[in-house]
């Protein structure tokens, strides 16, 4: 079974400077997603970024980029330049790589706070 | 592009009456729609996966007969909550996925219903 852990609860950030969150995964699968997404008070699932399993490159988007280290199973999320919008939870995700669709496997997210 | 709706957004139902909620992909074709509950402050349970014109496949723990899932098409999945208690009072989130999109594998989510029981 596969597992994804969030350890951090709640966490901080001063607007504009740099925050990373964590995620641990258990698995015995070689190949398989990972995902971040974030859920801001509207509740409305947004996806912040993906990482394929077989790719070597850390994934970036804008101001978000992801630090994969796939021996050690994990998959942090470093915020650049926080913005008040980043306020939100955000949850790490696992997917495996089948045919057809597959399931999400959801930690329990962290809550992210920017204060102005 | 790749939106999904629902609808309700939030119902106010009594004890012991059914309840459905509407998952829609609004611009491709939703293969596989997924359910999944969120408890207040709590992650994403998934509850079902369904394919379209076939049966839904439950997690664990979850009660078939109390979620009704139907995916009679391409663009509509519907979970019916029967004989609803308090205790199914949740966020539920759909989310849908299909083979023409660009990233195959992605998930998107659709924008939850509040369902309170009275």
């Known amino acids: 079974a596969q597992t994804v852990t969030q350890s951090q609860p709640e966490m901080s950030v001063q607007e504009a400077e740099t925050v990373t969150l964590s995620c641990t995964y258990d698995?015995?699968?070689?190949?398989?997603?990972l995902f971040w997404y974030k859920q801001p008070p509207s509740r409305q699932m947004i996806l912040v970024i993906r990482?394929?399993?077989?790719?070597?490159q850390n994934a970036t988007e804008n101001r978000f980029s992801v630090n994969f280290q796939k021996a050690a199973k994990s998959f942090s999320l470093k915020i650049s330049d926080s913005q008040l919008g980043d306020t939100a939870m955000y949850f790490c995700?696992?997917?495996?790589?089948?045919?057809?669709?597959?399931?999400?496997?959801f930690g329990t997210g962290t809550r992210l706070t920017v204060i102005p | 592009g790749a939106v999904v709706s629902q609808h309700p957004s939030w119902v106010i139902c009594k004890s012991g009456t059914s309840v459905k909620i509407e998952c829609r992909s609004l611009?491709?074709?939703?293969?596989?729609m997924f359910w999944y509950r969120q408890f207040p402050k709590q992650s994403l349970m998934l509850m079902a996966t369904?394919?379209?014109?076939?049966?839904?496949?439950?997690e664990q723990g979850v009660e078939k007969d109390k979620f009704l899932i139907n995916h009679a098409s391409l663009t509509l999945s519907t979970l019916t909550v029967t004989s609803a208690h308090p205790e199914d009072s949740s966020f539920y989130i759909c989310?849908?996925?299909?083979?023409?999109?660009?990233?195959?594998?992605?998930?998107?989510f659709g924008p939850g219903t509040r369902l309170t029981v009275t």
């Open positions: 990482q394929e399993a077989y790719k070597q």
């Open positions: 611009d491709f074709q939703a293969t596989t």
């Open positions: 995700a696992f997917m495996k790589v089948l045919a057809g669709a597959n399931n999400l496997f």
């Open positions: 989310s849908a996925t299909g083979t023409a999109l660009t990233v195959t594998y992605e998930q998107y």
């Open positions: 369904s394919n379209e014109g076939s049966k839904a496949t439950y």
């Open positions: 698995t015995s699968e070689s190949n398989y997603y």
